[in-house]
């Protein structure tokens, strides 16, 4: 036989061999690339974080003056909030210290946009808008108060988060011009704010601009002719006078001790 042949006979076992080990390989090779490229992906348990409804609009243009001379030296806010799907807005004014002894008024006017079709009832809006305080023990009163912005809703209830206060809650809502005005007022103690005294405070509560909403203008407008000052009705003999039981914390402050006389 020939050289040649003999040795390509002595050589075909094992070439036959290496031959089949690679498609071997690269037959498995594809199955595995096939598994993977038909395998879902891979995601990471990442949890959402909330995002709120409502975001606090940066350096906000007033709309609206809470006026109280005898609180002149307590802290006070404005802030505007905006619904993201609705275009709500909510104007807030606080006077006050937010978690303290001290009195402490908060009036809100929402002007809702489309996340909402009708107002909620007044339990449920003073739970919801007062929600840092905890609101317990809610009780509305069986008759509505007067103001100048019309008949108010009022619910009082006792605070379980921060400092224990009693509060009174007040709504007031309207179907033309579509607006709310709500909040409310809490002191420590045993002793509730008198329904008297919180009418006084929205009294105060004037309008800045109306903006391109005149029936806004004309709400506010109204509301100025039913003031009452505070008990005296005519401005031009009495104006507004100091009312010492508005903030009584003021008027209780500890007197500074003479040294000498």
Not at 65 to 71: F, K, M, N, V
Request: net charge neutral; glycine share 8%; with cysteine.
């Amino acid at each position: 036989m020939h050289p040649a042949l003999q040795s390509w006979r002595d050589e075909l076992p094992s070439s036959f061999v290496r031959v089949l080990a690679y498609l071997g390989a690269v037959a498995v090779l594809s199955i595995g690339a096939a598994r993977v490229s038909q395998s879902p992906p891979v995601m990471n348990n990442i949890t959402p974080a909330h995002q709120s409804e409502w975001v606090d609009i940066e350096r906000p243009f007033p709309a609206f003056a809470l006026s109280i001379p005898e609180a002149a030296d307590v802290p006070a806010s404005y802030g505007i909030r905006r619904h993201v799907e609705g275009g709500g807005r909510k104007d807030i004014l606080a006077l006050g210290e937010a978690d303290d002894t001290t009195p402490y008024l908060q009036v809100e006017i929402y002007r809702p946009g489309g996340e909402i079709s009708d107002f909620a009832d007044a339990k449920a809006e003073i739970i919801d808008s007062a929600a840092a305080l905890g609101p317990i023990e809610l009780k509305r009163a069986a008759e509505p108060l007067a103001s100048k912005f019309g008949p108010l809703t009022i619910v009082s209830f006792v605070t379980s988060k921060g400092t224990p206060r009693r509060c009174v809650g007040f709504v007031r809502p309207y179907s033309d011009p579509r607006l709310q005005i709500a909040g409310w007022f809490c002191q420590g103690g045993n002793e509730f704010i008198e329904q008297s005294t919180l009418a006084c405070a929205l009294d105060r509560l004037t309008l800045l601009s109306a903006g391109s909403e005149p029936k806004i203008g004309a709400l506010f407008a109204q509301a100025e002719l039913n003031r009452s000052f505070c008990g005296q009705r005519d401005p031009i003999l009495a104006a507004t006078p100091k009312y010492h039981l508005l903030w009584k914390a003021l008027a209780n402050r500890p007197q500074p001790r003479r040294i000498g006389r």
